[in-house]
Every structure is written in C-alpha cells, then in structure tokens.
C-alpha cells in the first residue's frame, strides 16, 4: 500500500523559512513524478512545484519561483520543500503527491501539513 507522510509544517514568522518532508513508502520511488501542492482557507488546492524521481530539474509555479527549493533522495524514498521568504500568503495545508505512471493524474496523496505564515 502506497503511503506519504508531510512533516514539518509550522507557524513562522514573514520571511522565515520552513522545510517539509514528504516520505514515501517503498516503491514510491519508481514513480514517474512527485509534486507539493497547496490549499488555503476558502480557496482551490493549487500546484506549488514538481520533480521527476529519474532526473532533471525541479519546476515550480511563479508563485513560489525562486523562493521555494523541491529536491528529493532517492535512496529513502523523500521529496522536501525548502520554503524560503516566506509570506502570509504562502499560509495553507501543504500535501505531497505522487503521479505513479506520467498518466497526469497524481493518484496517490499525504494528509497534508500545516504551515501558518504571520505578518
């Protein structure tokens, strides 16, 4: 059974920084791609970022560009989000998510972690 756990989130002050961890159980590795995601208050969950477990670059939404850092370690199944500069408006559950087959679809997703972010 597939399983991501997010750690990691918090409250924080503006322009601090906070790192969250997305572990995956075995196999979550062979996937085709992971993906950190977001939803505030009242608001639709929205893409935050996106590697590939084979290689490349990290993408990110340019909400977040060059503030946020998405990085992953193959070896222990883990996909982080260095969050840099943060703001009030980055304040939302943050959950990890997993496509396994490049369908598109992320069909496999962490209950998610809080980041609180105060002026």
């Known amino acids: 059974q597939v399983q991501l756990v997010e750690s990691g989130g918090g409250l924080v002050q503006a322009g601090g920084s906070l790192r969250l961890s997305c572990a995956g159980s075995e196999h979550t590795s062979n996937f085709y791609r992971m993906a950190w995601f977001r939803q505030a208050p009242g608001k639709e969950r929205e893409f935050v970022g996106g590697i590939r477990w084979s290689g490349g670059s990290a993408y990110y939404d340019d909400s977040v560009k060059g503030r946020f850092i998405i990085s992953r370690d193959n070896a222990k199944n883990m996909v982080y989000l260095q969050m840099n500069s943060l703001k009030p408006e980055d304040t939302a559950v943050y959950y990890c998510?997993?496509?396994?087959?490049?369908?598109?679809?992320?069909?496999?997703w962490g209950q998610g972690t809080q980041v609180t972010v105060s002026s």
């Open positions: 998510a997993g496509d396994p087959k490049a369908s598109g679809a992320y069909d496999f």
